[in-house]
């Protein structure tokens, strides 16, 4: 079918961007800039992943990065592209990546303004097998342009200006938040623009599934082995679905639209979960919450936290308000 785009209407995420900029007229047009590169950066990573048998961008470099994970020729191919795309835009000085051990600092940036935190690729262990897999990033006003530092890098969730991520499935998609409300556009090939598709994503505010690697099961605390009894043994209505991708912005994705709970807990390997607060946590988190879900640690909202490391590791229960509030209220009654 033939795309109407329609004049009144900013159906395309380049025009959705530059509206959104509208608003604030003293705005110069930097985030803008800056959106759009990283949109630049989705497009040629999406086109990678299309062709990743083609272009032997399968398999692993033979590296490990500062998680412990190895690194697969498209997470370092994914990386590069967030950083050039993002380095050309000139007003971010400094970032923060998965696949960077320290914060990566843009020589001679002559307008610091933003930084952004992202995980190039997200779900690395799906590339070969052709499951979907994303990239996820948040951006941050520098809290002192005169000095770009790694503190701008550790602001809490609460700060993000915005927040987005793409994900390449059978159609690429791009989901953005302000923090007001949660937008989704789909990638036509055709004319290379993603164009808007989900208005206004809403999640349910209880859902039918629940999603967790229960290969873990026998590291779970009580509240979670409880919980996840309560899944399969409702006391009234049928049972919960379990579905798990392994990809987390493919988990999140589904939740977001079919509602219900995402749950990265601690296990033996991962005391603190295996889940990166900067640049997995805190940009989907600002997302969920935006389309009035919750995204919590169990006792608190994840966006509360203050990161201390570039790294660190959070438990994390993501969803409908009325599923992680019963997670929280058990937390709640075992302390
Ligand atoms: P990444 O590929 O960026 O390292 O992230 C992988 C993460 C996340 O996408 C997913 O939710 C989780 O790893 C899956 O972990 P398990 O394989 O331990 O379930
Ligand atoms: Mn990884
Ligand atoms: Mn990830
Ligand atoms: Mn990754």
Redesign the pocket.
């Known amino acids: 079918s033939i795309i109407s785009i329609k004049k009144k209407d900013p159906s395309t995420l380049s025009r959705w961007i530059l509206k959104e900029q509208q608003k604030y007229p003293k705005a110069k047009g930097d985030l803008t800039v800056l959106l759009n590169s990283v949109q630049l950066a989705c497009k040629i990573i999406a086109n990678a992943a299309k062709g990743a048998g083609i272009y032997n961008l399968y398999g692993i470099t033979g590296e490990e990065n500062k998680?412990g994970?190895i690194v697969k020729k498209l997470?370092t191919f994914s990386n590069e592209s967030m950083i050039n795309c993002i380095s050309f835009t000139g007003t971010v000085p400094i970032m923060a990546s998965?696949e960077a051990e320290n914060s990566i600092i843009v020589p001679n940036c002559d307008q610091p303004k933003y930084c952004v935190v992202f995980?190039p690729?997200?779900?690395?262990?799906n590339i070969d097998a052709n499951v979907s897999?994303g990239t996820i990033f948040g951006i941050y006003r520098i809290e002192d342009p005169k000095k770009p530092q790694d503190s701008d890098l550790l602001q809490k969730g609460e700060k993000l200006v915005c927040s987005g991520y793409a994900m390449y499935g059978h159609s690429t998609m791009l989901v953005l938040t302000f923090g007001d409300e949660v937008n989704g556009f789909t990638l036509d090939p055709q004319i290379g623009e993603f164009i808007l598709t989900h208005r206004r994503i809403q999640i349910p505010e209880k859902g039918s599934i629940y999603s967790i690697?229960e290969?873990?099961a026998k590291d779970f605390d009580k509240v979670v082995t409880t919980f996840i009894h309560r899944c399969k043994n409702p006391t009234k209505g049928s049972p919960k679905k379990a579905r798990?991708i392994?990809?987390?912005?493919a988990?999140i994705h589904r939740t977001l639209l079919y509602g219900g709970i995402f749950m990265?807990p601690a296990t033996k390997d991962s005391p603190n979960g295996?889940?990166r607060l900067l640049y997995?946590l805190n940009p989907l988190a600002f997302i969920v919450e935006a389309a009035g879900g919750k995204a919590s640690t169990g006792s608190a909202p994840i966006l509360s936290l203050q990161p201390t490391s570039l790294h660190q590791r959070q438990p994390c229960f993501f969803g409908s308000k009325a599923d992680v509030e019963e997670i929280e209220a058990l937390y709640a009654s075992t302390t």
């Open positions: 998680s994970d997470d998965e995980d690729l997200d779900g690395s262990s897999i690697n290969g873990n798990y392994g990809s987390m912005v988990d990265y295996k889940l997995e």
